[in-house]
């Protein structure tokens, strides 16, 4: 499993981004999707989380991040979203994606990308 994440950068307080992960391997659909991210000096936050399409594909937000942020899936492109909108400066972070498969322990990573949110 190979995961990139694209779409961070540099966006004013109050703006939106859109990141996306695209995911090479098989069965996509049968893995949890996750976002995390990490902040200088901070501990790692899981953001978002949508299971997989056979566990039902509901989603769990961090409470710092719910009514802002959306976690999405397309089983037919490999690919999760994760839009950010009302973005504040403590959203400043290296956002990961992760997968992890139904029933197995074994998690694989992206690179990450960097979201800045200053004015």
């Known amino acids: 499993v190979q995961l990139v994440e694209s779409g961070g950068g540099l966006v004013q307080p109050g703006g939106s981004l859109r990141l996306s992960c695209a995911f090479s391997?098989?069965?996509?659909?049968?893995?949890?999707m996750s976002w995390i991210r990490q902040a200088p000096g901070k501990e790692r936050e899981l953001v978002a989380i949508i299971f997989s399409t056979s566990a039902g594909g509901s989603t769990n937000y961090a409470d710092s991040v719910k009514g802002r942020f959306t976690i999405s899936r397309d089983n037919a492109k490999n690919t999760v979203h994760l839009q950010m909108n009302s973005l504040k400066p403590e959203d400043t972070a290296v956002y990961s994606c992760?997968?992890?498969?139904?029933?197995?322990?074994?998690?694989?990573w992206g690179q990450g990308t960097q979201v800045t949110v200053s004015s």
């Open positions: 992760s997968a992890k498969l139904r029933g197995s322990p074994d998690k694989y």
């Open positions: 391997g098989f069965a996509f659909s049968n893995y949890h």
